[in-house]
């Protein structure tokens, strides 16, 4: 396992990451609340966590990725009022969209996608076993965690209360004992989808299903939970307070890892606002890769501003020269034979040896991606002069040269090359090429790698008489 570090929000500094039991690592992802058609925001969160986890996985830690669907809430429930369809089918048919733009967009790292509502059991436990243990009380058929009971409340974020937060109102509620205080259980009201509990039928509040997911499938303290820094509070906050209210064990989680906003012209893109620019259509015009190299053109933690006419078209242009070379090196290499008729100058080849261990090193500082696409500019000025002679060289310079480009494609997810025609196509046939210049490369582990990698995320490789094939990927339980 490659040391790396990592900044981790809640002891506001950068820490060299220790996973709980080694070479395991747990992480949980806050996912979508599938109400209406994804933004180009949610696709932030999504591609910057799904390189993590590729980073992670490539450095030898087994990565168990969680992301969660709150597909019952206050939103889903007032939309599917509005359009007259049931909340839960509404948001069903969201996260299904929401599943074929990960597809298109090659993040195939999230092994499992639970919904809130497979999780009412150990929603309804959790509940029950903070009112037992004093940190909540029920109230007209609601329960809420006092969180006066919990003095770590606010230690993630800084603040407390939301009245705190500029432009916040607070909510009046009679039922609660004090304004800060947040809801565990909602009791039901008519026309919404409700669930019995030993308070009457009800809902769960918005924070308790991450918590009773995670206590579930990733134990009472896990390593790394991400999200966008606008969830930090009260969400996250109502997490910690949750699960370490209910487990007695501290910290529930060891790395909080929160991604910058995107903003659009300044603002911030949300629904509520109306400014939102849609997913689907971006993927449409664009393509997933342009898309990933715009989000990881930047460090994850730094707010990313989406300015119309001009963020994605300059992505595409940088996006174009990045690619070439290596799309070039990929096609030689494909009708390249062992030997070559030249040879790369020794000052080269060290270079592209050198490279690989370079990204590798600069996404151990806390996932600077921008430095690590820096690199691959540079490495494609290097290259630059052999581009007009690639037919001359043989396989074993030739995968020199590509592999700064494969570890590229393994992490960030581009360039993939040409397209093929399944959308999950273009990433395991470049995992599976990425496979075979290993090899001709003589780097049999890192071969092994990538095809335990692909045998992780469900796709099964098998070889046979000097050719190689592969079957889809299964999808995980939801
Ligand atoms: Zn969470
Ligand atoms: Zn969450």
Known sequence: ?????????????????????????????????????????????????????????????????????????????????????????????????????????????????????????????????????????????????????????????????????????????????????????????????????????????????????????????????????????PHHEAEIAQAEGATGQSPLVNYWMHNGMLTLHGEKMAKSVGNVVGLAETLDAFGPEVLRFFYLNAHYRSPLDFVAGKSLEEAREAFATLAKPAEAIRVAFGRAGETGTAALPDGLRREGEALVERLDATLAEDFRTREAIALLFSWGRSVGPWLERLDELGSADLAILAAPYDWATEVLGFPSGPPAATDVGPVVEAALAARARARARGDFAEADRIREDLTAAGVAVEDRGGSTRWSAPRRPPS
């Open 1 to 233: 396992m490659r040391p790396f570090e990592v900044y981790d929000t809640l002891s506001r500094s950068t820490r060299r990451f220790q996973p709980i039991t080694p070479p395991k690592v747990g992480m949980f992802v806050c996912g979508l609340t599938p109400y209406d058609d994804a933004h180009i925001g949610h696709g932030r969160f999504a591609v910057v966590f799904d390189m993590v986890a590729r980073a992670l996985r490539r450095w030898g830690y087994r990565v168990f990725y969680v992301q969660n669907v709150t597909n019952v809430e206050d939103k889903v429930i007032r939309r599917g009022a509005e359009l007259g369809v049931d909340p839960l089918k509404l948001s069903d048919r969201y996260f299904r969209a929401w599943r074929d733009a990960m597809d298109r967009l090659g993040v195939l790292s999230v092994n499992y996608y639970p919904h809130a509502t497979d999780y009412l059991p150990e929603i309804l436990e959790q509940v029950r076993t903070l009112v037992d243990r004093g940190r909540a009380y029920a109230s007209e058929g609601s329960v809420y965690y006092s969180v006066a009971g919990f003095p770590a409340y606010g230690e993630l974020s800084g603040q407390r209360t939301e009245a705190l937060r500029p432009g916040a109102r607070l909510e009046l509620d009679a039922s609660k004992r004090a304004p800060e205080d947040f809801v565990l259980w909602k009791a039901a009201t008519p026309g919404e989808p409700s669930w019995e509990s030993p308070w009457g039928p009800g809902r769960p509040g918005w924070h308790i299903e991450d918590t009773a997911i995670t206590v579930r499938l990733l134990g009472a303290r896990y390593d790394i939970h991400g999200g966008g820094v606008d969830l930090k509070f």
